[in-house]
T-cell receptor
Framework: ETGVTQTPRHLVMGMTNKKSLKCEQH?????MYWYKQSAKKPLELMFV???????ENNSVPSRFSPECPNSSHLFLHLHTLQPEDSALYLC???????????????FGEGSRLTVL | QKEVEQNSGPLSVPEGAIASLNCTYS??????FFWYRQYSGKSPELIMF????GDKEDGRFTAQLNKASQYVSLLIRDSQPSDSATYLC???????????FGQGTILTVHP
């Protein structure tokens, strides 16, 4: 069983819906990430939270809104998405040392999102 | 130019052979290099990392780094059908240590 759990595993939504993806890590890590994985494209980093502060926002459209209430939980709020946003959304966590991540990311199983 | 480039494959090798996976990167300031494996329908998991020029061996896996050529590779000896997966190359740059991933190489090991 993975130390990073994501819910829901599958989500179908219309373009006018509002939904949220949830991620929880049980590893005691201090950094959490959202990645987008689309077919035949590299993993795209969306957001990074370090010690519950957002340290990276990789030019992601405002229809994606992250929230990190504590070091164990991460949310991705979705609003008025487009069909091209359909993808696998992966949450990951890592341990930072002296402000730098170790490079070892622990991924959740992902949330498969389909936007109709 | 892609920041991290991999041949998407698929790469097909027979069981017992050596599988060679290659990756090039554009940021000369990159310091650390990682190989992740992703089975179909599963999440990526780290299998190797390398920081210094040369070879690093871990069981059947060998990572090779050549910073002058901006090239990193992964060799899998005695390939097994269970090695069939997508292999993702990741490079850590100088910006907060952000990992940049390649698109992955699909490896199929056939009996």
């Amino acid at each position: 069983e993975t130390g990073v759990t994501q819910t829901p595993r599958h989500l179908v939504m219309g373009m006018t819906n509002k939904k949220s993806l949830k991620c929880e890590q049980h590893l005691g890590h201090n950094a959490m990430y959202w990645y987008k994985q689309s077919a035949k494209k590299p993993l795209e980093l969306m957001f990074v939270y370090s010690l519950e502060e957002r340290v990276e926002n990789n030019s992601v459209p405002s229809r994606f809104s992250p929230e990190c209430p504590n070091s164990s939980h991460l949310f991705l709020h979705l609003h008025t998405l487009q069909p091209e946003d359909s993808a696998l959304y992966l949450c990951a966590s890592s341990q930072e040392i002296l402000g730098m991540n170790t490079g070892e990311l622990f991924f959740g199983e992902g949330s498969r999102l389909t936007v109709l | 130019q892609k920041e991290v480039e991999q041949n998407s494959g698929p790469l097909s090798v027979p069981e017992g052979a050596i599988a060679s996976l290659n990756c090039t990167y554009s940021d000369r300031g990159s310091q650390s290099f990682f190989w992740y494996r992703q089975y179909s329908g599963k999440s990526p998991e780290l299998i190797m990392f390398i920081y210094s020029n040369g070879d690093k061996e871990d069981g059947r896996f060998t990572a090779q780094l050549n910073k002058a050529s901006q090239y990193v590779s992964l060799l899998i000896r005695d390939s097994q059908p269970s090695d069939s997966a997508t292999y993702l190359c990741a490079v850590r740059g100088t910006s907060y240590g952000k990992l940049t991933f390649g698109q992955g190489t699909i490896l199929t090991v056939h009996p």
